[in-house]
């Protein structure tokens, strides 16, 4: 059974990092790829990030491209979103996604940023 637990979600102030953490567990770790994505009421669901783990390779959205970083530790299996430079607008509820015969979604984190 895949389980996804995220955490490391709260209230920040504009500027200010948060590293959010998804915990993996029921699949081969190895060959996943990982997906956070986030959504806000009224609004589309957005790919934020995205890791390959075989490879190492790493997909943005564009409106995080040079602030949000993906990586993993395979050891663990976690995978982490290093989110440098928070906006107003990135609040949201956050989720890591896997795809195992079906999609599967972890319960979602909140980040809120605001002053």
């Known amino acids: 059974q895949v389980q996804l637990v995220e955490s490391g979600g709260g209230l920040v102030q504009p500027g200010e990092s948060l590293r959010l953490s998804c915990a993996t567990s029921g699949l081969t770790f190895y060959t996943s790829t990982i997906t956070w994505y986030r959504q806000t009421p009224g609004k589309e669901r957005e790919m934020v990030a995205q890791?390959?783990?075989?490879?190492?390779?790493?997909q943005y959205g564009e409106s995080v491209k040079g602030r949000f970083t993906v990586s993993s530790d395979s050891a663990k299996n976690m995978v982490y979103l290093q989110m440098n430079n928070l906006k107003p607008e990135d609040t949201a509820i956050y989720y890591c996604?896997?795809?195992?015969?079906?999609?599967?979604w972890g319960q979602g984190t909140q980040v809120t940023v605001s002053s």
């Open positions: 996604s896997t795809w195992n015969v079906r999609r599967y």
């Open positions: 890791i390959y783990n075989a490879l190492g390779e790493t």
